[in-house]
């Protein structure tokens, strides 16, 4: 089994800064990527950054604000979130794709709880 924990999240003023940060742990052989995706109230939930061997990648409304990085050890992922917005209230959450030490040619898709980051005006 993999489990993936985030941690971060809080109450910040528009225009601060949070630093949010995903665990992975357990059976784990390989990650072959790490991405946070949100949701907000009512609303679809929505990739925000991703991170590949290959590079990163943003959403539109994300981009020149937040960063995500990758930990040495490659099984935590971190995202960097300055020049916050209210629109960024959301839920966070870690999505991660696996390949587990008991089956390792073969991938699975796994999530966290989730955060809440919450932006007030």
């Known amino acids: 089994q993999v489990q993936l924990v985030e941690s971060g999240g809080g109450l910040v003023q528009a225009g601060g800064s949070l630093r949010l940060s995903c665990a992975a742990s357990g059976s784990i052989y390989s990650i072959k990527h790490m991405d946070w995706y949100r949701q907000a109230p009512g609303k679809q939930r929505e990739l925000v950054a991703g991170?590949?061997?290959?590079?990163?990648n943003y959403a539109d409304a994300v981009k020149g604000r937040f960063t995500i990085s990758r930990g040495n050890a490659k099984n935590t992922v971190y995202l960097q979130m300055n020049s916050l917005k209210p629109e960024d209230t959301a839920v966070y959450y870690c999505?991660?794709?696996?390949?587990?030490?008991?089956?390792?040619?073969?991938?699975?898709?796994?999530w966290g709880r989730g955060t809440q980051v919450t932006v007030s005006s």
């Open positions: 999505n991660a794709e696996v390949a587990t030490l008991t089956i390792p040619y073969q991938t699975d898709v796994y």
């Open positions: 991170s590949t061997s290959g590079g990163t």
